[in-house]
């Protein structure tokens, strides 16, 4: 039996070619945020205020595209959702179409101990974020300068590519911009990976008593469709925790969705056998299809583990023995 | 009209469990077995339904299972896509004003209607959910087509609307969803609510405090749901819902929710109907998938696992397996249900069925009221 343990991540999916200074700018983010939690977890906080604390951290700073600096929808707007689920009870809370509140992760921590509900969406859940009495800001808080760029960018990737999940049939029909975009084999969600940022935070934490927890908190994906769920705010798909595991996602939405990502890493625990990392291992390469995403996990046993068939994912993990590890690539 | 040639032959043993061939572990190329037919099982919501339910509340709810079950035998039959099958059945669910989905739907705390509902095909595993649906005569079908028609999965509230305005389905006023009867029900869990707030008498030991407090009566009753597979094994699962009565604005249940209130893959499909929160948190219809995938157990084994595992009273479901099982396991009172096989068996159901099982009867008339309501088919919605 191990002492506690904590990995983040970032998102998964990073342009090679991230400038070295952006590159260190996510590492010191991430470390600042790992050494938050590490700070609770030795005062002896509880594995779901761990990471409720540590995703609020993330999505307060904008280097991260969750909270402030997060995503656009196709109208330029911001719509942000999170979810936190503790494995103690296995009692979870969600949020989805957030415009104005500041931490959506806090609000889905709300939903789960102050509604008789597991999941409030849009107007409702702004409506509770109210009640409740959680800092909201303009929406212009969340809309970065850069992202309104991207969003410009987005739409001309996707202006070119129509429907990216729908094979072009006859290959000499495409345009030449067609074909070079399908020589870039780097994208994500269907978008060049110089354009695509990761817009996905978490964090997973087993504490001193053993007790595990995930969070999880999205602007979602740049030039959506209004009204569009990813998997954060899913129970199962972007966070899972029961008292063998907790998991957090992040990627290509769709993807982790239908495979149901972050159940699959604890199911193939509890009914396989497997360890963590193997778990980990077997979902990203079982499980996935062609989708591409990362996800970090800790086990009851003191183990941290991550896997990603991306491009990368910005993580950091450590655990109780010392051992401390910051990454982006493989 | 749909046939009414129903399959009348019980299963000896007269239980919900229909093994179909042999149920012995599928190998490489048993699909193709010519034993193995098309399946089919369909709900209209667990919970608690008092075996005192009074004829006129329980008559018509028969009728419109058997007459459901129809629908979706007559489209196996004529070899439709069980993905076409469980939408299509699902869209007369939708319709009947006796289920909780579509019309009929309960209403939030506000007087409105929210409706979701999720499509899920097993070979491909595409889906598609909608939820906060107000104006869509059939939250099904605009689930179909945000799996069809965007590059998403799920859209919700103000932009699934806007998606249905988009690609012209059928919508209607919101008042068209909302019948007398869920008025009333609404005032009555509203005046439960306040009872409770003041409460200066303790509350019933059975029920734990964080349930009692959430006011739920017959509220969770009646989300909807079919499951099929046809002759080849292909699977697909749908599942469609006004959510709780009394539920706060904006809330989301377990049913739009891939691996929780439906999933479909190569080994099973699965719609589950019962407290949403309870079947969210146990991930309850990727779990019967997962516990065959990982753990090699039966259809009829992993879903008595899962039921066995949420709380008591919280959960029912409906299940098919590539290889021809059917299984309508519930911890409830009691669940709305049909189903029925192509080698002619078929059940229909409110409580467990050794104390009751309803047999399909051709000869027996359904109530004129129902027959009107029904006579346009899927499709009789006017839209003014």
């Not at chain 2, 099958?85 to 989905?101: Q, T």
């Amino acid at each position: 039996m191990g002492g506690w343990a904590i990995a983040v991540h970032g998102g998964a999916g990073v342009d090679p070619n991230l400038p070295a200074e952006r590159q260190e700018e996510a590492k010191r983010v991430l470390s600042r945020c790992l050494n938050l939690g590490i700070a609770a977890l030795r005062g002896g906080c509880a594995a779901v205020d761990v990471v409720e604390q540590v995703v609020r951290e993330l999505e307060t700073d904008p280097v991260f595209n969750s909270g402030r600096g997060s995503a656009l929808t196709r109208r330029g707007t911001v719509e942000m959702e999170a979810s936190i689920m503790d494995g103690r009870g296995r009692r979870c809370g969600a949020v989805s179409g957030l415009s104005t509140v500041k931490n959506p992760v806090s609000l889905a921590r709300l939903v789960m101990d102050k509604s008789p509900h597991s999941y409030l969406a849009f107007d409702g859940a702004e409506e509770f974020a109210r009640e409740q009495g959680v800092e909201v800001m303009d929406n212009s808080y969340f809309i970065t300068e850069e992202n309104v760029g991207m969003l410009k960018l987005a739409k001309e990737a996707n202006s070119i590519l129509f429907d990216y999940r729908i094979p072009v049939p006859g290959v000499e029909t495409c345009s030449a911009s067609a074909g070079s975009m399908v020589d870039n084999p780097l994208q994500m969600n269907g978008l060049p990976i110089s354009i695509y940022a990761p817009e996905t935070v978490g964090c997973v934490v087993l504490d001193g008593n053993g007790w595990c927890a995930a969070a999880t908190s999205t602007g979602g994906l740049m030039n959506k469709m209004m009204g569009r769920i990813g998997d954060s705010p899913l129970i199962g798909s972007g966070t899972y925790a029961c008292d063998l595991c907790a998991v957090s996602c992040t990627g290509e939405g769709e993807a982790i969705i239908r495979s149901t990502l972050a159940r699959d890493v604890a199911a193939v625990m509890e009914y396989k056998g497997l360890g963590l990392q193997e778990a980990v291992d077997y979902v990203i390469k079982n499980r996935l299809d062609e989708g591409q995403a990362g996800l970090i996990a800790v086990s009851r046993n003191g183990q941290v583990a991550h896997g990603f068939n991306t491009t990368g994912m910005f993580r950091a993990c450590a655990t109780e023995d010392g051992f401390m590890d910051v990454g982006i690539w493989e | 009209m749909e046939s009414r040639t129903m399959p009348t032959r019980l299963p000896e043993s007269r239980t919900t469990t229909l093994l179909r061939g042999r149920s012995r572990p599928r190998r490489c190329g048993e699909r193709e077995r010519l034993e193995m037919g098309w399946a089919i099982a369909l709900h209209g919501g667990a919970g608690d339904i008092p075996y005192s339910l009074p004829p006129e509340r329980r008559a018509p709810r028969e009728a419109a299972l058997r007459h459901c079950l129809a629908v979706g035998v007559a489209a196996l039959k004529a070899s439709r896509s069980p993905l076409d099958v469980v939408e299509l059945v699902v869209r007369e669910l939708e319709n009947c004003p006796h289920f909780n989905a579509g019309r009929g739907s309960v209403l939030t705390t506000s007087g409105t209607v929210e409706m979701e509902a999720c499509i899920m095909d097993g070979n491909t595993k595409k889906c598609g959910a909608v939820s906060g649906l107000s104006t869509v005569v059939n939250a099904i079908s605009l689930a179909r087509l945000v799996m069809e028609k965007t590059p998403h999965i799920y859209l919700a509230f103000d932009g699934a609307e806007a998606f249905a305005r988009e690609q012209g389905v059928a919508t209607v006023d919101a008042n068209h969803f909302i019948t007398p009867e869920n008025v009333e029900r609404l005032k009555q869990a509203k005046e439960a609510n306040r009872v409770q707030i003041d409460y200066t008498q303790p509350v019933k030991e059975e029920k734990p405090q964080e349930e009692a407090s959430s006011g739920k009566g017959d509220s969770q009753i009646g989300t909807v749901g079919c499951v099929a597979v046809d002759g080849s094994g292909n699977l697909a699962a749908a599942t469609s819902t006004g959510g709780l009565v009394n539920k706060m604005v904006g809330r989301i249940g377990d049913t739009p929710i891939i691996g929780a209130g439906t999933f479909a893959n190569s080994f099973c499909a699965v719609s589950a109907t019962g407290k949403g929160e309870s079947i969210m948190r146990a991930t309850v219809a990727r779990d019967v998938a997962a516990l065959m995938e990982y753990k090699g157990l039966s259809l009829k084994e992993a879903a008595a696992y899962v039921v066995n595992n949420v709380p008591k009273g919280n959960v029912g479901l409906v299940a098919v397996s590539a290889n021809g099982e059917v299984i309508m396991p519930f911890n409830t009172t009691g669940m709305f249900r049909a189903c029925a096989t192509e080698d002619g068996c078929s059940e229909i159901g409110i409580w467990p069925s050794e104390t009751d099982c309803v047999l399909p009867d051709p000869k027996r008339n359904l109530p004129t009221g129902y027959l009107n309501l029904q006579s346009g088919g899927p499709h009789f919605f006017e839209v003014h």
